[in-house]
């Protein structure tokens, strides 16, 4: 198993974070393609993925989409594009952080900690959360309204967890950054974006929601019986 796997195009900057986090202690495997990168998933274990956005042929997005159909690995994406609709669309497909090139490998390596300590959490027994149709499986990441598998990955996921493990309570929107987001420098709207991502999601009605209401100026109350 490598501790991490760096996919990006840019043969410098590829070779310098590949110095850097092994120089830390971690072993690592580099791609200079999202194919290629890929390909190594198929065939090994890996703890975390740094995720290059603009690759050649398959791009980070898709790349991302298909790493999340094959493992839950954290995924950080690495981009020159810092608009909030790149970044949005981002954590819609599961990245767990996104990080604005030119990268500062001091932050980076801070994520990467936080990220490998966090997913270490998957030792724990499984656990079965439930709320009216909404079922969560903490070993598999799995979400289910009805019986049925939602796309429920990345923060979408880590924020559902965090509500479903705190029913029936005034969740304050800075609680909510702290718990799902710690330490990552987000936009003021990505909790408001992934909020309406689970209602559309879990809501019979995201319009009317009944699972997940919002307490204006202050946060939400996430359970049906509120």
Not at 94 to 117: E, F, H, Q, R, W
Not at 195 to 219: A, C, F, M, Y
Request: proline fraction near 4%.
């Amino acid at each position: 198993m490598s501790d991490i796997l760096i996919i990006d195009d840019d043969d410098e900057l590829r070779g310098l974070l590949a110095d850097f986090t092994e120089a830390e202690g971690y072993s690592v495997r580099t791609a200079a393609s999202a194919e290629e990168g890929i390909a190594i998933l198929e065939r090994e274990p890996v703890g975390i993925l740094l995720l290059d956005l603009m690759l050649p042929g398959i791009d980070g997005f898709a790349a991302c989409s298909a790493v999340r159909e094959r493992r839950n690995i954290p995924i950080i994406m690495l981009s020159a594009r810092s608009d909030e609709e790149s970044k949005l669309t981002g954590y819609r497909l599961g990245v767990d952080d996104y990080m604005d090139k030119p990268v500062s490998v001091p932050i980076l390596l801070a994520k990467i900690k936080a990220l490998l300590n966090r997913s270490g959490r998957t030792a724990e027994p499984s656990r079965i959360l439930s709320c009216g149709s909404i079922t969560m499986d903490t070993e598999k990441r799995l979400v289910c309204k009805n019986g049925q598998p939602c796309e429920i990955r990345g923060k979408m996921y880590d924020l559902l967890l965090y509500m479903m493990e705190n029913p029936g309570r005034l969740l304050h929107k800075d609680e909510l950054y702290d718990a799902v987001w710690k330490d990552a420098f987000v936009e003021q709207s990505t909790l408001n974006v992934h909020i309406r991502w689970l209602r559309e999601r879990l809501e019979d009605e995201p319009e009317s929601p009944k699972l997940i209401k919002t307490v204006w100026r202050k946060g939400y109350i996430f359970g049906e019986d509120h």
